[in-house]
C-alpha cells in the first residue's frame, strides 16, 4: 500500500513536470531562447486586467458557499442537521489541505474526516463525498450540452458533430442513468457491463450505486444537490472566464463555456500535483491560448488557491485550538 501511494506521488509529479517542462520547450523554441521566452511569459502579466482579478477571486467564496449548502442538503436525507457556518469553515479548511496535499481531491479527506464526526459513521459520510462527485461530473456534463445546443442553435453551418460532442453526450447518458433510473436498473448495467470494465473502474460504479441507493429514497434532496452541483460548476466555468479576461483574452462565452467543463473534468481525474499543468496544457490544446497566456492562466489560478488555502490555514489553527480547549474542559 505505501509503495502504491509513493508510485502515485511520482506518477503526479512526473505529469506534472513533463507538461510544464515541454511547455517551456515550446515557449523558447517560439521565442528564439529561455531568456526571450520568460520576457513574453512575463510581458503577458504586465498588461493584467484587475477589474477581472476581484470577481474572480470572490467567486471562490460564493463556490464555498454553494458547497456548504449542497453538503448540508445531502445530510438532512441522512437525519443529520449540520449548522451552514461549521460546514463552511470545514470547506475553507479543506482549501487549506488541497494545496499542501499532491492532489486537487486532498480536501475531500478532511471532509471525510470531519463529516464523519457530524454523521457519526465513515460509511455515511463517505457517501455523501461520493454523491457530491458524481452530482458534480453530472453537472459539467450538462452545461458543456447545454453551450454545444446554444451553438448548434446559432449555427447557420453545418457539420457533423465533433467526438468532444460525442464524449459529452455519452457522459450525459451514463450520468443520467446513473442518477436518476432506479438502483435495481443502474445495478443490472452495471454488473452486466462488468466484465468489460476495468476492476477499479467496476467497483468504484458500485459503490457509487450504493450510496446513491440511499438518496433514491430522498429524490428531493438528490434534485436539489444536482441543481446546485450546475450552478456550482458554472460559477467555475464563469471563475476561468474572468481569468482569462484579466489576461487579456476575450474568447465568445458560449464557447468558452462549451469547454471549461473538460478542464475541470480533468482537473478532477488526471493524476498530477494539484492539476500543475493540466490547465496549461488545456487552455493551449483546446482553448488555443497563446502558449504564455496559457500558462499565465495556471500561475494566476494556483496564487488565488494558494491565498484561499492560506485563509483555510487560519480557520484550521482555530478550529484545532477549540479542540484543544474543548478536551481540557
Same mark, same amino acid.
Given at each position: 500500500? @505505501?509503495?502504491?501511494?509513493? $508510485?502515485?506521488? /511520482? *506518477?503526479?509529479?512526473? +505529469?506534472?513536470?513533463?507538461?510544464? =517542462?515541454? %511547455?517551456?520547450?515550446?515557449?523558447?523554441?517560439?521565442?528564439?531562447?529561455?531568456?526571450?521566452?520568460?520576457?513574453?511569459?512575463?510581458?503577458?502579466?504586465?498588461?493584467?486586467?484587475?477589474?477581472?482579478?476581484?470577481?474572480?477571486?470572490?467567486?471562490?467564496?460564493?463556490?464555498?458557499?454553494?458547497?456548504?449548502?449542497?453538503?448540508?442538503?445531502?445530510?438532512?436525507?441522512?437525519?443529520?442537521?449540520?449548522?451552514?457556518?461549521?460546514?463552511?469553515?470545514?470547506?475553507?479548511?479543506?482549501?487549506?489541505?488541497?494545496?499542501?496535499?499532491?492532489?486537487?481531491?486532498?480536501?475531500?479527506?478532511?471532509?471525510?474526516?470531519?463529516?464523519?464526526?457530524?454523521?457519526?459513521?465513515?460509511?455515511?459520510?463517505?457517501?455523501?463525498?461520493?454523491?457530491?462527485?458524481?452530482?458534480?461530473?453530472?453537472? @459539467?456534463?450538462?452545461?458543456? $450540452?447545454?453551450? /454545444? *445546443?446554444?451553438?448548434? +442553435?446559432?449555427?447557420?453551418?453545418? =457539420?457533423? %458533430?465533433?467526438?468532444?460532442?460525442?464524449?459529452?453526450?455519452?457522459?450525459?447518458?451514463?450520468?443520467?442513468?446513473?442518477?436518476?433510473?432506479?438502483?435495481?436498473?443502474?445495478?443490472?448495467?452495471?454488473?452486466?457491463?462488468?466484465?468489460?470494465?476495468?476492476?477499479?473502474?467496476?467497483?468504484?460504479?458500485?459503490?457509487?450505486?450504493?450510496?446513491?441507493?440511499?438518496?433514491?429514497?430522498?429524490?428531493?434532496?438528490?434534485?436539489?444537490?444536482?441543481?446546485?452541483?450546475?450552478?456550482?460548476?458554472?460559477?467555475?466555468?464563469?471563475?476561468?472566464?474572468?481569468?482569462?479576461?484579466?489576461?487579456?483574452?476575450?474568447?465568445?462565452?458560449?464557447?468558452?463555456?462549451?469547454?471549461?467543463?473538460?478542464?475541470?473534468?480533468?482537473?478532477?481525474?488526471?493524476?498530477?500535483?494539484?492539476?500543475?499543468?493540466?490547465?496549461?496544457?488545456?487552455?493551449?490544446?483546446?482553448?488555443?491560448?497563446?502558449?504564455?497566456?496559457?500558462?499565465?492562466?495556471?500561475?494566476?489560478?494556483?496564487?488565488?488557491?494558494?491565498?484561499?488555502?492560506?485563509?483555510?490555514?487560519?480557520?484550521?489553527?482555530?478550529?484545532?485550538?477549540?479542540?484543544?480547549?474543548?478536551?481540557?474542559?
Amino acid at each position: 500500500m @505505501l509503495k502504491k501511494k509513493w $508510485l502515485m506521488l /511520482f *506518477l503526479r509529479i512526473a +505529469i506534472s513536470g513533463l507538461i510544464i =517542462g515541454y %511547455t517551456i520547450k515550446l515557449m523558447s523554441e517560439k521565442y528564439g531562447g529561455l531568456g526571450e521566452a520568460l520576457d513574453h511569459f512575463l510581458a503577458v502579466f504586465g498588461d493584467v486586467l484587475f477589474i477581472w482579478i476581484l470577481p474572480a477571486f470572490l467567486l471562490h467564496f460564493i463556490g464555498m458557499g454553494l458547497m456548504s449548502i449542497r453538503w448540508k442538503v445531502l445530510l438532512s436525507a441522512q437525519n443529520v442537521n449540520a449548522g451552514y457556518s461549521q460546514l463552511y469553515s470545514i470547506n475553507l479548511m479543506a482549501a487549506f489541505f488541497n494545496n499542501f496535499l499532491p492532489s486537487t481531491i486532498g480536501g475531500d479527506m478532511v471532509k471525510a474526516l470531519e463529516s464523519k464526526r457530524i454523521v457519526g459513521d465513515h460509511t455515511r459520510s463517505i457517501m455523501v463525498i461520493v454523491i457530491e462527485r458524481l452530482t458534480g461530473l453530472f453537472a @459539467l456534463a450538462f452545461i458543456a $450540452l447545454t453551450a /454545444f *445546443l446554444i451553438k448548434g +442553435i446559432k449555427s447557420d453551418s453545418g =457539420g457533423g %458533430t465533433s467526438p468532444v460532442i460525442f464524449v459529452v453526450l455519452i457522459t450525459s447518458v451514463i450520468f443520467m442513468i446513473v442518477l436518476f433510473s432506479h438502483p435495481k436498473i443502474s445495478g443490472y448495467i452495471v454488473r452486466a457491463f462488468r466484465r468489460f470494465l476495468p476492476g477499479k473502474i467496476a467497483e468504484m460504479l458500485e459503490k457509487s450505486i450504493s450510496a446513491l441507493t440511499v438518496y433514491y429514497e430522498y429524490p428531493r434532496h438528490l434534485i436539489i444537490a444536482v441543481l446546485i452541483s450546475i450552478v456550482f460548476q458554472f460559477n467555475m466555468v464563469v471563475y476561468y472566464y474572468f481569468i482569462s479576461r484579466s489576461l487579456g483574452m476575450s474568447p465568445g462565452f458560449i464557447d468558452f463555456m462549451s469547454k471549461a467543463p473538460m478542464l475541470i473534468f480533468l482537473l478532477m481525474t488526471v493524476p498530477s500535483v494539484n492539476g500543475i499543468g493540466v490547465r496549461t496544457a488545456v487552455f493551449r490544446g483546446l482553448m488555443k491560448f497563446p502558449v504564455p497566456v496559457a500558462l499565465a492562466v495556471e500561475v494566476v489560478d494556483i496564487g488565488m488557491r494558494m491565498v484561499l488555502g492560506l485563509i483555510g490555514g487560519i480557520f484550521f489553527l482555530f478550529h484545532k485550538r477549540g479542540e484543544r480547549e474543548k478536551e481540557q474542559e
